[in-house]
């Protein structure tokens, strides 16, 4: 490049009797005569297999992410990179509506953040319309689920679900395969599930405690669900397949505890969560996330779903909606508390902008929410 700007420069100079219009007409034709010939050999090699913008247009960091996680565990990188996950349907130009509308589904169920209502909706719809109920995979079961799906099972079953239901489908190869989810305030959420569990309902950790010990123990939800690893490997199984372990590694296991190295993943899962997700949905805005929903995946589920709410509390004194109101505000001001929920908080900033975004392309919303 220096030496074609030295050309350009001695060139310029032995023409110094035209005029300067002609002198930055040539300069700007010899520039991309010179840039033609060496192809693209200046941009940024290497790109993934996908028709996504927002890799080429932030290329050079993603790719640093990318290696960063890689060098911290390749399997990790390769599950949150998701390269057999179909990308967001709204985001994404280029893949043609019928991919998306015949793959195999995982619907990624975030705790209190709406998922029951999906699971209801999803089974409404299969019982209208005759079609088999969805696998749902667990803490119990994910890691016999995934070896599974390496050793070629799940054949007749095309749509799974469940708080285990991501990296499903990087185990379910060449079959392609869509992730979807829906989110929620991480503090609201903690208050909801605080209060589920000290009013009869199930939860892992113990609720007969302050809800901000509570939150110290559940921590970021969704950033965990992302991250666990079932490790799997080929040949240990009889006749040479896939093993798993049934064991779940979390993230702070797989990085030794090394918070640096869990603030380089949180970053990339930040980044990649438009690869992740084909359709992300916000509890905030259900109906719309359920129309977002039917128009990408091609289910009904805002035609069959609109307006119900599975879990919904039913009308509270003013009482118990102050003690919501103080639960939650005990920790917004804890700082351990926004420590422990950082990860989700931010993941939830993103899907909210991702939402937007999916707003803005969707022709569903276009049509019967803008005049």
Known sequence: MELYANL?????RRIHSTTNFAILIFTVVCTFAFLNSHGNSFLPQNLPNRKTSRFINNAENGFEKQREVTEIDPELAKIIHGGNSLPNYFLTPGIEDSVFKNTTLSFVHYPKG????????????????????????????????????????FDDVDFFMGTYG?????????????????????YDRMVSHYFFCKYGGGSNAPCNQPIEEFALLVRSIFFHQLTCLHKCQKGTAPEGGWMCDREQLEVEQIVNYNFTEIEMVLNYAEQQMEEM??????????????????????????????????????????????ERIQAKKLLMENKDVQRALEADVRLYQRAKKIFEKQKERSLNFKSLYKK
């Open 8 to 12: 350009v420069e001695s060139f310029c």
């Open 114 to 153: 709406g998922g029951t209502t999906i699971k209801d909706c999803v089974s409404k719809i299969n019982q209208k319309y005759g079609k088999a109920e969805p696998f749902t995979v667990f803490a119990k079961n994910a890691g016999e689920t995934k070896e599974k799906m390496l050793n070629g099972g």
């Open 166 to 186: 991501f990296s499903l489908c990087e185990h379910l190869k060449p079959r392609r395969c869509a992730h979807f989810t829906v989110l929620r305030d991480p």
């Open 277 to 322: 997700f084909a359709v992300v949905g916000i509890l905030e805005e259900l109906d719309t996330t359920l129309l977002l929903l039917q128009e990408a995946l091609g289910i009904p589920f805002h035609d069959e779903c609109q307006n119900s709410h599975s879990n919904a509390r039913p009308k509270e004194s003013e009482e118990r909606k102050e």
